[in-house]
């Protein structure tokens, strides 16, 4: 079973992964000004990423895409089979179809341009940290749709969508949209407390991980539609 989330009382433990030094310097001096957050690790690339956090089990792994020996893609593939995964957020400067789908699709719970402002990276660890997960405002629903509309998708789980309840099954559709509980809430005027039980209810009927498992679940099953 993967970690409880951070809390207050603990620290968020982060390892950063890039095959470039002066980034994996850059984002350790942002995030150990932090007080709820602490690099355990770096790697420059994705096999000794993989080393590294089965020595440190850090709670969120920063990763780049483009690595030499085993490529971000390949490592959080590899990370997803830990019995304690940690969760990965992917900061890359492509913001091309396949790295956002790829990603979501090898397990990463959040997809991030390194170009994003110092806020919005902490933002988004503590996001991923809380179990939670996300994508940069660059990285929108035509990003996700373009891509799976030229794949053949899979619907050999799409039975599973019938174990939903009509409520559930309309949150899906807005959460496969990228929109948030808050705004969810205020699609379908219920609190958003109500809408955060819905979307735990669904992952767990649907066995799924998290949001980013949801999007590419409803997309790759044809529950939504490119375009719809």
Same mark, same amino acid.
């Given at each position: ?18 095959? &470039? ?12 000004? @932090? ?22 089990? $850090? ?26 995964? $940690? ?8 913001? *091309? ?7 979501? @699709? ?10 994003? $402002?110092?806020?919005? !990276? ?11 997960? =996300? ?21 050999? @789980?799409?039975? %599973?969508?019938?174990?939903? /309840?009509?409520?559930? +099954?309309?949150? !899906?559709?807005? =959460?496969? +949209?990228?929109? /948030?509980?808050?705004?969810?809430? &205020? %699609?379908?005027?219920?609190?958003? %407390?109500?809408?955060?039980? *819905? ?11 998290? +949001? %980013? @498992? ?11 539609? $490119?375009?719809?």
């Amino acid at each position: 079973m993967r970690r409880a989330a951070a809390t207050d009382a603990r620290m968020i433990r982060i390892v950063i992964v890039d095959d &470039q030094d002066l980034i994996r310097a850059g984002f350790r001096a942002i995030i150990e000004t @932090q007080p709820d957050m602490t690099v355990v690790s770096e790697a420059g690339n994705g096999r000794d990423a993989i080393d590294a956090c089965r020595d440190v089990k $850090p709670d969120v792994v920063l990763m780049d895409i483009r690595m030499p020996v085993v490529d971000g893609i390949g490592a959080t593939k590899e990370l997803g089979a830990f019995a304690e995964p $940690p969760r990965v957020l992917v900061l890359t400067t492509f913001d *091309h179809d396949e790295y956002v789908f790829a990603a979501l @699709q090898a397990g990463a719970s959040g997809f991030l341009l390194k170009n994003a $402002p110092r806020d919005q !990276l902490l933002a988004a660890v503590r996001t991923v940290a809380s179990g939670d997960a =996300l994508l940069a405002p660059s990285i929108t629903r035509r990003l996700i749709e373009s891509y799976v509309s030229t794949h053949e998708r899979s619907h050999s @789980q799409a039975e %599973a969508i019938g174990s939903l /309840s009509p409520r559930e +099954r309309d949150v !899906l559709t807005h =959460l496969a +949209r990228g929109l /948030s509980n808050a705004e969810i809430g &205020q %699609a379908l005027f219920l609190s958003e %407390a109500t809408i955060k039980t *819905h979307v735990a209810n669904l992952l767990g009927k649907l066995r799924l991980r998290d +949001r %980013a @498992q949801a999007i590419v679940y409803a997309y790759e099953t044809g529950f939504t539609r $490119p375009g719809a």
